[in-house]
């Protein structure tokens, strides 16, 4: 489900950057997106 996104934490930090993905019980697939920072206008 990591469609090209590395799983863990940013190695630079960058806020949207950090993923980790997983599939429930029930074969639902979930992605997380770590937000430190909101972009402008957000």
Known sequence: MERG???????E???Y???ASFTDPD???????QVTERLPGR
Do not use: K
Not at 27 to 33: I, P, T, V
């Open 5 to 11: 996104r590395p799983p863990g934490p940013d190695p």
């Open 13 to 15: 930090g960058r806020p």
């Open 17 to 19: 950057r950090t993923y």
């Open 27 to 33: 074969g639902n697939g979930w992605l997380l997106q």
